[in-house]
């Protein structure tokens, strides 16, 4: 099957109707084109028939194809610094139908080649078509309404974009590097919480405020990120970087608005890290305090532990001098030498004796009466003085009278042990 066989077989299956002009030609779209209404259309119709060489539209029409210029034009701008010949002369910024159009599509005549622009709205689906299939040398079975309308979509977005960006992306560029980074700390909503050690508190997660909140223009207003919107690597989605090719009306806006209040947002992202600042710097104050304060407690607790240790120490020496020495401080008390059990006469003074001697040495209670027990059998008057306290006189620097009783002897003691006494007592005898 030859090309024009194949492309006819293709058309009629689809139910469309099969034009020849040398070659190939459909229109899928509808038969909208077969008597067109309104006055625009019914324009268009009646100038291209008259610029073809056929005179009969449905013939006419099969003349012209579009030749793939595109040309995009702000109706504000001058279109004659733009359009090449014949077009700049003719009739810019206006469709063959006399519609005013910032879109400028080139079509041609195959017949005559006499060339013209249309707008969007009248670049015929045959004449793309006929562009596909003749200039860009596409198989007619792959010419789809699909793909006819992705040649459209795709010019009209490849040509504004290069004409948005000849016309702001100076400013663009440097306005969006300029605020890149506080876009991304300001432009956030707020997550959830979590508690954040450096600063001691819980904080919310910032994450990237995709929506805009409230109405533009207004002051609650909170504008979603421009990063966000034109080139996050994480919106593989609906970046216009990806999408268009170049930004929105309200994202051009809101770039322009957040960097002519750049210094604003600069001064609120200082006071906001200086707050952060302060904060953990107070944290870090608090914990040195309380640091100090618990190695004060430490140290106090420290002492208190070994002032207790030293005193229980001192103590157990101090009982232990007690303990050592409690026979011979006793029996001083007393008022008798020190004694054994043999002083004793029979087995049960003995026996008390040693009992007493046990007690004083333990430090034990000894009553009043267990007291004068002792005293008494200690010191018998008509018992003679003992080795033991004779020689406690001699101890003491005195001279005993070998005839001494116990008696006079334990008093002799006790007035060279206290001699102040015994003057006192000489003189209340005088």
Not at 193 to 208: A, F
Request: contains cysteine; glycine residues 4%; negative net charge.
């Amino acid at each position: 099957m030859n090309y024009n066989n194949r492309l006819r077989s293709e058309i009629l299956a689809r139910g469309g109707e099969f034009i020849a002009t040398g070659n190939l030609i459909h229109d899928m779209v509808s038969k909208k084109w077969d008597n067109p209404t309104g006055a625009f259309n019914i324009a268009l119709k009646n100038n291209l028939v008259e610029m073809s060489v056929a005179d009969d539209w449905k013939e006419a029409r099969k003349e012209w194809k579009a030749t793939g210029n595109v040309w995009y034009i702000p109706l504000a701008d001058d279109a004659t610094e733009v359009l090449p010949e014949p077009h700049r002369s003719s009739h810019p910024h206006y469709c063959v139908c006399g519609h005013p159009i910032a879109w400028h599509f080139e079509i041609e005549n195959t017949e005559n080649g006499r060339v013209e622009v249309v707008g969007s709205e009248h670049i015929g689906f045959w004449m793309i078509v006929r562009h596909l299939v003749e200039n860009l040398e596409m198989d007619p079975e792959e010419v789809t309404q699909e793909r006819v309308q992705e040649w459209v979509k795709e010019s009209i977005k490849s040509m504004k974009a290069e004409w948005w960006w000849s016309q702001y992306g100076e400013e663009f560029e440097e306005w969006f590097t300029a605020i890149r980074e506080q876009d991304l700390i300001l432009n956030v909503r707020d997550g959830p919480q979590y508690y954040d050690n450096d600063t001691r508190r819980y904080e919310y997660k910032k994450l990237i405020r995709k929506k805009g909140v409230g109405t533009r223009g207004t002051n609650d207003f909170q504008m979603p990120s421009i990063v966000w919107r034109w080139n996050h690597p994480d919106n593989d989605k609906t970046a216009q970087i990806n999408t268009t090719g170049y930004p929105n009306r309200d994202l051009w806006n809101d770039l322009q608005m957040f960097y002519f209040n750049l210094d604003k947002h600069n001064a609120k992202i200082a006071e906001m890290h200086q707050e952060r600042q302060d904060r953990i710097e107070q944290v870090i104050e608090e914990r040195r305090l309380a640091d100090e304060a618990q190695a004060q407690r430490e140290r106090e607790q420290r002492a208190r532990a070994e002032a207790r240790a030293e005193r229980i120490r001192l103590e157990r020496i101090e009982q232990q001098r007690l303990l050592d020495t409690a026979f011979e401080r006793t029996c001083s008390e007393w008022g008798i030498v020190q004694f054994s059990a043999e002083d004793g006469r029979d087995d049960w003074e003995q026996d008390f004796l040693l009992k007493m001697i046990g007690k004083i040495n333990s430090m034990a209670y000894i009553s009043e009466k267990q007291k004068q027990r002792v005293i008494k059998i200690i010191n018998r008057e008509d018992e003679p003085a003992t080795e033991k306290q004779l020689a406690y006189i001699r101890a003491l620097g005195g001279e005993p009278n070998p005839n001494l009783t116990k008696r006079k002897a334990s008093d002799m003691i006790d007035q060279l042990k206290n001699p102040q006494n015994s003057v006192l007592a000489g003189e209340e005898e005088e």
